[in-house]
């Protein structure tokens, strides 16, 4: 049952230490990969190129170590949430809405296809940043909420589909070596940011159902109100 899978991992996740679960990178060809992904990630909104170039924003990133991280603890809990998605979906009567176009690029749409990820679901690689003293606790315990400072769109763990963005939120940025964490998301029933919600502590209600709510919420580039530049980069 559910609560011998539960104590389950709780018992590995006890047990497990960084080396269990991650491992090294170590082929150029493979990190130079990372880095032509990662730069086309950065596919900015042409209307607000301008905003982002005055900020520092570059239009390349290099790659210079990577490691792989599988944590089976962490994928037990992450498949059980998306099978929740799953029954969700088959309960309502239209699917889930897929994201706009262009929100994120060619190149991590078909990297994410290539790995076999559901699609139907929202299930994409994102990109998170970080500070390098976080890293041993996510890699660990996973991300986890109750420790992020309220963002723009609330309380929660933030991912970008542009890595640029991602690295305004490491603790080095531009002018030096930053932790970013290309992380397996499922997005599933998705609430679109018309405004800042600095006070929201979870997705808003989905059909009017104090109960169902969104999966996620999103913004994409673009006028939000109460946002300090006017619009989202």
Same mark, same amino acid.
């Given at each position: 049952?559910?609560?011998?899978?539960l104590?389950?991992? *709780?018992?590995?996740s006890?047990q497990?230490t960084r080396?269990?679960?991650s491992? +090294?990178?170590?082929?150029?060809?493979e990190?130079?990969?990372?880095s032509?992904l990662?730069? %086309?990630?950065?596919?900015?909104? %042409?209307?607000f190129?301008?905003?982002?170039?005055?900020?520092?924003?570059?239009s390349?990133?290099?790659? $210079?170590? %990577?490691?792989?991280c599988? +944590?089976?603890?962490?994928?037990?809990?992450?498949?059980?949430? *998306?099978a929740q998605?799953k029954?969700?979906?088959?309960?309502?009567?239209?699917? $889930?809405e897929?994201?706009p %176009?262009?929100?994120i690029?060619?190149e991590?749409q078909?990297?994410?296809r +290539?790995l076999?990820?559901d699609?139907?679901i +929202?299930?994409?690689m994102?990109v998170?940043g970080?500070?390098?003293?976080?890293?041993?606790?996510?890699?660990?315990?996973?991300?986890d909420?109750?420790?992020a400072?309220?963002?723009?769109y609330?309380?929660?763990?933030?991912?970008?589909? *542009?890595?640029?963005k991602? $690295?305004?939120?490491?603790d080095?940025?531009w002018d030096s070596?930053n932790?970013?964490?290309?992380?397996?998301?499922t997005?599933?029933?998705m609430h679109?940011?018309?405004?800042?919600?600095?006070?929201?502590?979870?997705?808003?209600e989905?059909?009017?159902?104090n109960?169902?709510?969104?999966?996620? $919420?999103?913004?994409?580039?673009?006028p939000i109100?109460?946002?300090? *530049?006017?619009?989202?980069?």
């Open positions: 049952d559910w609560l011998a899978l104590k389950e991992y *709780q018992d590995m006890a497990l080396r269990d679960v491992w +090294n990178i170590d082929s150029s060809a990190l130079w990969k990372f032509e990662l730069s %086309a990630s950065m596919n900015h909104a %042409a209307a190129t301008p905003t982002r170039r005055d900020k520092g924003c570059r390349r990133l290099q790659v $210079v170590s %990577a490691f792989r599988e +944590n089976p603890c962490l994928l037990g809990r992450y498949r059980q949430t *998306q998605t029954v969700k979906q088959s309960h309502k009567h239209y699917p $889930v897929p994201l %176009a262009g929100l690029c060619p991590l078909a990297f994410s +290539n076999g990820l699609l139907d +929202n299930e994409y994102l998170h970080t500070k390098a003293e976080h890293l041993g606790s996510i890699i660990l315990g996973g991300f909420c109750r420790f400072k309220s963002g723009y609330g309380r929660g763990t933030y991912f970008a589909s *542009q890595a640029c991602s $690295v305004q939120y490491t080095k940025g070596q932790l970013l964490i290309l992380s397996c998301v997005l599933g029933y679109r940011m018309q405004a800042v919600d600095r006070d929201r502590g979870r997705p808003p989905f059909g009017g159902s109960i169902d709510l969104y999966d996620s $919420v999103f913004a994409a580039p673009g109100v109460s946002h300090d *530049q006017g619009h989202q980069t």
